[in-house]
């Protein structure tokens, strides 16, 4: 028996919370008692179209009120639920629709249910040969009764960040699903009765979809939800609901913090109420000490706690989290030295006026273990970098890909992250950036992120939008590029600016100058679904 899928009907007929939608209009308020009526219908309207045990759907909806239904209808009829990468107003629809055939057909989905503001897609999903069937035509069945699923039941498969070109799906069963979400229920010391999250986080994205989508579905926790088009629109609705509703715990991804504390640096005293907010998950992509420093600055007019800033380290094949710091301890640094580092491959503690601020990513959660090895994966001591390992109950079984099934553990257990990094003495997690990324010159590691912190520090570059990409000479040295992103990119002076200064900010950080500085127009450097730089895409803009 699944016990998430059983915990999820018991919340239904327990819990008095539910889902919040409609933001910033009129809200609209379900129960999880009233979303498992809806999920019974559609898991009837699934039946009737051919959905049982083992089959995959592939989900395209923008909004909350209709995807989890749509999931848990999903999972009554023990299938597997893919969320669909989702076109935007830019997208040609018939290159995505080509995409999105291959995705569907590499993970075999039999049908695609399809919601707001997606059913424009529909033709062209059909012209392609793709079955569709409507949130709206599955409201309207006859319910079914749940199906007993198995633990080792697929649950989700989450499309990787490359997906696109080279479509893989993270393959998590329903005991994945159930083992973290205990560990993180455990590790931020969740009450349903008293927590109230808040997300405008992407659904198709695992952070939105498996920690604030199926948890408090699982859970019975209260959530308010909106759109990531709702938060880029207003970034100031985001903090407007966590006064108004009293939110306890939310979520973004670095770039996100960085848009919040600048216009709350703006906002009149009195404008918003943070003082609610006990835990500010930071996750998904680097996270740069200097951003939180300055949303805990931003924020303190408005009663926000600095000790509720919580940087974590989560990844979709251990189904979200890695790692995650315990309530109230804020955000703890490491300084090292950074030769050191960057020569010795070793986080040496300093209290130089050069010291490199890590921002360490709390502890590994419960059923969860982790190692840093070195390239022959002997397992290094504390304070060594090295490529992280993990082993655990929510750790994926494996991957599908166009090619077939690819497991993800090797004959132990462990899964290679494909990160670097390293733990201090108090098993505090530290990444310093993908393996693939690294750049080496003159023996030392020069770690991207580094490099695209220091652009982002000079004025006119826009945060979130420089990236480092590493460039092989061939018989010349190892070298890097940078390229920024800038609104001010029809005034040449200000370009010309830019591009001195990123230079000079670069050399100050890591003491090397980039070959090539790129300052481009908005939207030009190539990124995920979920927001994280494409750096081997980006190496064609700096050429």
Known sequence: MSRFTDKMYETSGTSTHGLVTGEPGPPVR?????IHDIARRMAGGLAAVGVGPGDAVSVLAGMPVDIAPACQGVWMRRGAVTMLHQPTPRTDLEVWARDTEIVVRMIGARTVVLGAPFEVARPVLEQHGISVVTVDELRAADPVPPLDALETDIALQQLTSGSTGSPKAVRITHANFFSNATA?????????????????????????MVGFLTLPMQMGAEIVSITPLDFLRTPLLWADLIGR???????APNFAYSLLA??????????????????????????????MLALAAA???????????APTYGMAEVTLAVSLPSPGHGMVLDLVDPDLLEAMQHAVPSTKHNARKMV???????ELEGRVVDEERRELPPRNVGVIEVRGRSVTPGYLTVDGPRPAQDEQGWLSTGDVGYFTEDGLVVVCGRIKDVIIMGGRNIYPTDIERAACSVRGVRPGNAVAVRLDAGQKRESFAVAVETNAIDDPDEVRRIEHEVVHAVFTEVGVRPRTVAVLGPGSIPKTSSGKLRRTHSASLLH
């Open 360 to 366: 360490t990513l709390g502890k590994f959660v419960p």
């Open 30 to 34: 379900q129960t999880w008692a009233e």
């Open 184 to 208: 993180m229920h455990d590790r931020l010391k969740f009450d349903v009765d008293d927590d109230v999250m808040i997300s405008w986080l992407p659904l198709f994205h695992d952070m939105g």
């Open 299 to 309: 924020g303190e007019r408005f009663g926000l706690d600095p000790a509720s800033l």
């Open 262 to 291: 600048r216009r709350l640096e703006q906002a009149p005293d009195g404008a918003y109420d943070l003082s609610s907010m006990r835990c500010l998950i930071n996750g998904a992509e680097p996270i740069d000490a200097d951003t």
């Open 245 to 251: 509703y009293r939110g306890t715990i939310s979520a």
